[in-house]
């Protein structure tokens, strides 16, 4: 089992930068993969930027050039956002996938960006 927090989310004006941080505790040993995915009121939950234990990332094209993903190390992500937008606004979870497939997530982090 892995479990997840994640932290630093909060209220911002737009054009702003949160940091987002996540660490992982349990089976960290069995991660291989991380990433943030977000949900926006009454909008599905969408991938946002994920960084695999090689260290090849991959982002939303909403967030290019905005947000910026990194691994401290096996058990611990974060997720840099500058240049925040209002439609930025949302709760923002934190994903660990194994070597075998299996996902977890965190319980999210709220971030707001007030226009």
């Known amino acids: 089992q892995v479990q997840l927090v994640e932290s630093g989310g909060g209220l911002v004006q737009a054009g702003g930068s949160l940091r987002l941080s996540c660490a992982a505790s349990g089976s960290i040993f069995s991660i291989n993969d991380m990433g943030w995915y977000r949900q926006a009121p009454g909008k599905q939950r969408e991938l946002v930027a994920d960084?695999?234990?090689?260290?090849?990332t991959i982002y939303a094209d909403s967030v290019k050039g905005r947000f910026t993903i990194s691994r401290d190390n096996a058990n611990t992500v974060n997720l840099q956002m500058n240049s925040l937008k209002p439609e930025d606004t949302a709760v923002y979870y934190c994903?660990?996938?194994?070597?075998?497939?299996?996902?977890?997530g965190g319980k999210g982090t709220l971030v707001t960006v007030l226009s």
């Open positions: 994903n660990a996938r194994t070597g075998n497939g299996v996902s977890y």
């Open positions: 960084c695999t234990v090689s260290g090849r």
